[in-house]
């Protein structure tokens, strides 16, 4: 049997490096598809044969992207156009980009004109997605993006293989769901080490990557859990800077629980039975809440967080807010609220892709840690 740190570096070589994953994976002969965050429907893609692969941008300097947006823009958006340009996605047979924030809903027609080799295929989901409607509106949304995954795959769409690229979906976030919980009691493995594990889920086929969760389960279960660190809960969009983590964790912090988009926000929610499997996944997409792009007047995101932080024992919130990024922007004084009222320290670090100096981040890190370590 691996040990805990042998796979983590697996994992860590692999969310390093998704170039060469994505390379070798059309060199054995499949076609990639790029999905943008968020929500985008793997299943589909998966159920036609090609393998879906998440684009979250990466951390790289601006250049080309600015002759497209204006400097205001989030840096998800900014970096994922700059890769395309370089050349770094070519091979791949699509991007999907949905529509679920102002950023992403301008990203496709200049994404036509920066990177013309790689067609860009949208995904427009409701407003509102409780009423049956949104529910019809998503289905119509998929068929449409099916007919054009079609023609890319060269193969005719089976309801009976997307229930199967369903339950491997399910299973997936369900492993997830589990290791996160898990990783609350192994102080040990680290922040930088933990964000790895949900990066590389999105460069590997969702089977794959279950067989190395598991594989990871197992041994954690025969590893001794380390010493205690201050355990603290995060939230934002994207927060796997190296930086940041190697701050998170040179200050003895642990994550014991996220409310990240690009980590346990994607894994809580599955697609349950229904009349076809294409209504289960729609289904699936109506039945999430709590995030920030997400249309919630009640704004469940924000108890869900003070809940989520207290049940897991985190003595304070790390916030990391992707620069101009709006729907996270307005939640932030809610939350702060919220964490107020319940007794729960907050902190607020602004990140970007472009990001070199973390310096302050550093402080005030620093700064939050001395204050929970008081608090304890
Ligand atoms: S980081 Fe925010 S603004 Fe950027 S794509 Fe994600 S939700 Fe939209």
């Not at 409701?126 to 289905?139: A, D, H, I, L, M």
């Not at 898990?182 to 794959?208: G, I, Y």
């Not at 590893?223 to 200050?251: F, H, R, V, Y």
């Not at 007794?343 to 310096?359: A, F, H, K, T």
Request: charged share 25%; net charge negative.
């Amino acid at each position: 049997m691996k040990s805990v740190t042998e796979i983590l570096e697996q994992l860590k070589a692999i969310a390093e490096n998704p170039r060469a994953q994505k390379d070798a994976l059309i060199a054995s002969g499949k076609k990639v598809v790029l999905t943008a965050p968020v929500y985008t429907p793997e299943e589909l893609v998966h159920s036609l044969g090609m393998v879906p692969m998440g684009a979250w941008g990466g951390d790289i300097e601006l250049m080309e992207a600015k002759r497209y947006f204006p400097a205001f823009i989030c840096s998800i958006v900014q970096s994922l156009v700059e890769l395309g340009i370089k050349g770094v996605y070519d091979g791949v047979s699509a991007v999907i980009i949905p529509s679920l924030c102002d950023s992403l809903k301008v990203v496709g027609e200049n994404w036509k004109y920066a990177v013309p080799n790689i067609p860009f295929l949208p995904m427009t989901y409701p407003q509102n997605r409780k009423p049956e409607y949104g529910k019809e509106f998503t289905k119509k949304g998929y068929e449409k993006l099916i007919e054009e995954l079609e023609k890319i795959s060269g193969e005719t769409f089976e309801d009976g293989k997307l229930a199967q690229s369903i339950r491997i979906y399910n299973e997936h976030n369900a492993l997830m769901r589990e290791l996160s919980e898990v990783l609350a009691d192994h102080p040990e493995v680290t922040a930088a080490q933990r964000s790895v594990v949900f990066k590389s889920a999105f460069f590997m086929l969702k089977e794959e990557h279950s067989k190395v969760i598991r594989e990871l389960l197992e041994a954690l279960k025969e590893q001794k859990p380390g010493e205690a660190k201050i355990k603290i809960m995060t939230t934002g969009i994207l927060a796997d800077s190296p930086s940041l983590l190697n701050i998170i964790d040179s200050n003895g912090l642990q994550i014991v629980a996220d409310d990240v988009a690009a980590e346990s926000r994607q894994y809580r929610t599955d697609a349950l039975e229904d009349t076809t499997a294409l209504d289960s996944l729609s289904g699936k997409f109506c039945a999430m809440d709590h995030c920030s792009v997400l249309y919630d007047v009640e704004k469940k995101r924000i108890d869900l967080i003070v809940e989520t932080a207290k049940n897991h024992g985190a003595r304070g919130v790390l916030m990391v807010l992707t620069k101009f990024c709006d729907p996270e922007e307005f939640d932030y004084p809610l939350i702060k609220k919220a964490c107020d009222a319940a007794g729960l320290p907050i902190i607020l670090i602004e990140v970007d892709r472009q990001m070199e100096n973390y310096e302050q981040a550093g402080t005030m890190i620093e700064t939050f840690k001395d204050m929970l370590g008081k608090n304890s």
